[in-house]
């Protein structure tokens, strides 16, 4: 519980931007300071052109809690702003998931989890100020090992359903749902 709520405390705050070198530090002090069982990523990565920016961060946060059972969580936050001339647009929203895993075997695992997208802020120069609603994912994934050992071969089946804020309207307005395949492989240079 101890682990859990020193994460969720270095997550929770969206008003301190820390340059590379700091997220480092802190990463290694925080996977210092907790036990074996548990490790903790950090990540920021920022993309730049002309008229737009985009900046993601993200923490996840794994448990082992037997042989075949682990806790994988992440919050990410996201921010972008796009500028054409005399408009511009502003969107942030954050993101929390949860997917316990069972490993199958040592190179193939399954996770059955959820991916809850807060209300993102949509935000406009000429005054304009749209809340879109939240939505929840249900998703069931299968993973395993890539090519190299660091990377992996993820195949996942969601269901994304947004909080209907209307009885008509457009699609997420309504609540409709987006059923979905992936298939994503992960690799490391």
């Not at 590379?20 to 950090?42: F, G, T």
């Not at 989890?113 to 304009?128: L, P, T």
């Not at 609603?133 to 890539?146: D, I, M, Q, Y």
């Amino acid at each position: 519980m101890k682990s859990l709520l020193a994460t969720v405390l270095c997550l929770i705050s969206t008003q301190v931007f820390c340059v590379d070198a700091s997220v480092e530090k802190a990463k290694s002090w925080l996977n210092d300071w907790l036990p074996e069982h548990v490790s903790v990523d950090a990540n920021s990565s920022r993309l730049t052109f002309h008229g737009g920016k985009q900046k993601e961060m993200f923490v996840a946060f794994n448990q082992t809690l037997s042989d075949k059972f682990s806790l994988e969580s992440q919050v990410k936050i996201v921010k972008a702003t796009l500028s054409w001339g005399i408009v511009k647009q502003r969107l942030a929203y954050r993101e929390l998931v949860l997917v316990p895993r069972y490993a199958l075997t040592e190179d193939l695992s399954l996770g059955f989890g959820v991916v809850k997208q807060m209300s993102a802020e949509f935000k406009s120069a000429i005054g304009s100020l749209y809340d879109l609603p939240s939505n929840t994912e249900w998703l069931v994934s299968a993973r395993t090992s890539g090519f190299d050992s660091k990377d992996s071969l993820e195949l996942s089946i969601s269901s994304q359903k947004w909080q209907a804020t209307q009885a008509s309207g457009n699609w997420f307005e309504t609540g409709e749902a987006n059923n979905k395949v992936d298939l994503t492989y992960t690799g490391y240079f």
